[in-house]
């Protein structure tokens, strides 16, 4: 993906002089609906490189976009009009973009990270730290996490709402030594609080490998849970299990006088399962009022208290650096 002001420049140095004229005439015009028209002093003689500089400076980054692919389609040159939309809407990562676009929004976009040879869509979270991918969203019981490996492999649900990205597409991203990745989960309680975890050198294998995890140093506010809330039951280095594919090293676990042979089963949802172990956010949703004693929750033991206590609501995003 290129940066904005190249991209409108490569679109405007395909127009002729009289398609630059009136691409010109519509920005002084009170045709476009919803974007404020540009005085015609300001426009009238002024090249290809400066038409840029007034639609970046008059819109931003996003609207400059979105008013020269309004003028496209006016002047009835559709297929340019489409190409850029093509090019502003795909990059390598969600951090590309942002870094590129700084004033891009959230939103979906299409992305192909090196390697990769058919694009996918991503939630794009356009904060001011730059911009992340989402993987995982939870907030409600719309969406069953409750799936076999095809559908983690392949991932599930709406990139706008509760969804998870996949493992396939997240191992395209990481799998990318040229960068370093850091993973972000965000957490929100039934009180109202919220809590963050932050892993340094997060990865995943290859399927072969059955997606291993592995993270590096942990910041937060959150705990640790991924390393566990004791000794035992540290996820890191541990295989993704779904219900048909069990990596979670129970052959059975005990826990008391409760002898179990997988996580997924009892957990409600695909996870990188250690002896089950602390953290687990793809389990079951449950609404406020009934969010604690359930073995299958959104669950992130370092956080709350009592336990078993399922979250509100949860996100997994992820950002090159």
């Known amino acids: 993906m290129a940066c904005v002001p190249e991209l409108l420049l490569a679109t405007l140095e395909e127009l002729?002089?009289?398609?630059l004229r009136t691409f010109q005439w519509y920005l002084y015009t009170n045709?476009?609906?919803?974007?404020?028209?540009?005085?015609?002093?300001?426009?009238?003689?002024?090249?290809?490189?400066?038409?840029?500089?007034?639609l970046v400076q008059t819109y931003g980054y996003d609207s400059a976009v979105a008013v020269t692919v309004d003028v496209l389609l006016r002047m009835k040159l559709k297929l340019w009009a489409e190409t850029l939309k093509k090019k502003y809407n795909e990059g390598t990562d969600c951090t590309q973009i942002k870094a590129l676009s700084p004033q891009a929004s959230s939103g979906v976009y299409v992305i192909q990270p090196p390697g990769v040879t058919t694009p996918f869509k991503v939630y794009c979270e356009m904060r001011p730290d730059g911009g992340w991918t989402v993987m995982q969203r939870r907030s409600g019981e719309a969406?069953?996490?409750?799936?076999?490996?095809?559908?983690?492999?392949?991932?599930?649900?709406?990139?706008t709402q509760d969804h998870w990205l996949g493992l396939k597409n997240v191992f395209s991203l990481t799998k990318n030594k040229t960068k370093k990745w850091t993973l972000r989960v965000d957490l929100w309680d039934h009180e109202g609080g919220t809590a963050y975890a932050l892993y340094q050198n997060f990865r995943l294998s290859s399927e072969k490998n059955a997606f291993r995890l592995h993270v590096g140093k942990y910041t937060g506010d959150a705990g640790d849970a991924i390393r566990g809330a004791y000794p035992g039951i540290d996820q890191n280095g541990f295989g993704f299990s779904t219900i048909d594919r069990d990596n979670d090293g129970c052959s059975p676990c005990l826990f008391g006088d409760i002898s179990q042979m997988d996580c997924s089963s009892s957990e409600g949802g695909g996870w990188w399962f250690s002896r089950c172990g602390s953290a687990s956010l793809n389990g079951d949703w449950h609404p406020t009022g009934d969010h604690i004693g359930w073995a299958s929750g959104?669950?992130?033991g370092t956080c709350k208290t009592p336990m078993p206590y399922s979250m509100k609501a949860t996100r997994m995003m992820i950002k090159s650096v």
Do not use: C
């Open 298 to 300: 959104l669950h992130w």
């Open 31 to 54: 045709d476009l609906e919803g974007f404020t028209h540009i005085p015609r002093s300001r426009v009238d003689g002024v090249d290809r490189p400066g038409t840029v500089d007034l």
């Open 143 to 159: 969406v069953s996490f409750d799936k076999k490996w095809a559908a983690y492999k392949n991932g599930f649900g709406h990139m």
């Open 16 to 19: 002729v002089d009289k398609q």
